[in-house]
């Protein structure tokens, strides 16, 4: 089945200890992103990436890392997180060679106390 | 930035009605793509249109683009209760389709 799986998918941390938010495509698609949900602001992008070793920054990257070691992954690395960073995420993938549909995870509920 | 503005933010309706959303955004697209998200869960693509496109249906989807005014609608027709769900309308830019950019969303509810 074709799917974008995140992990966790609720967190409860408090501010300053490190975390990271996997996700994990297996449609073999070239672009990955990351969004963040807020009430009154829709979705906005954090970063993305146009394929492996490739990222760049989307809306919202402030306080944010990535990397894309292979295709299938992209995990969201927050290294020191604020109470700002409270927030619903998504990760999505698309192959950009063809129909641009972007296919979401299934979100990762994150609260920084 | 945001750039796809939903109209309106809310819209409450009964089952077997159809139910119009709205979009407009600012600057020139690919194209434009409509997904809908269940209360806090993933969003799900509906249907994807091309900036060459000016009406296209999926089941009982109607989606038009205006690209002189800038704006696109949704339509759903003979509503039902589970089609209760935000709808977000997202446009892709000419030079980098895949990046979209999400407007802030229509809450529908249909009411049995």
């Known amino acids: 089945e074709a799917q974008v799986t995140q992990n966790p998918r609720y967190l409860i941390t408090v501010t300053g200890k490190k975390l990271t938010v996997t996700c994990s495509q297996n449609?073999?698609?070239?672009?990955m992103s990351w969004y963040r949900q807020d009430p009154g602001l829709g979705l906005r992008q954090i970063y993305y990436?146009?394929?492996?070793?490739?990222?760049d920054k989307g809306d919202v990257p402030e306080g944010y890392k990535v990397s894309r070691k292979e295709k299938r992954n992209f995990p969201l690395i927050l290294e020191s997180p604020s109470p700002n960073q409270t927030s619903l995420y998504f990760c999505?993938?698309?192959?950009?060679?063809?129909?641009?549909?972007?296919?979401f995870g299934p979100g990762t509920r994150l609260t920084v106390t | 930035s945001q750039q796809g503005e939903e109209d309106p933010q809310a819209l409450s309706i009964q089952e077997g009605e159809n139910a119009t959303m709205n979009c407009s955004y600012k600057?020139?697209?690919?194209?434009l793509q409509w997904y809908r998200q269940n209360s806090g869960r993933g969003l799900v693509h509906l249907i994807l249109?091309?900036?060459?496109?000016r009406e296209k249906h999926s089941g009982r989807l109607r989606v038009t683009l205006d690209t002189s005014k800038k704006s696109s609608s949704l339509l759903i027709t003979a509503s039902r209760a589970a089609d209760t769900a935000s709808y977000f309308c997202?446009?892709?830019?000419?030079?980098?389709?895949?990046?979209?950019?999400f407007g802030e969303g229509t809450q529908l509810t249909v009411n049995p």
């Open positions: 600057t020139s697209i690919n194209n």
């Open positions: 249109i091309r900036s060459n496109e």
């Open positions: 449609m073999n698609h070239e672009y």
């Open positions: 999505a993938s698309t192959s950009w060679t063809a129909s641009y549909e972007q296919y």
């Open positions: 990436s146009m394929n492996v070793e490739v990222t």
């Open positions: 997202a446009t892709g830019g000419e030079t980098s389709g895949s990046r979209l950019t």
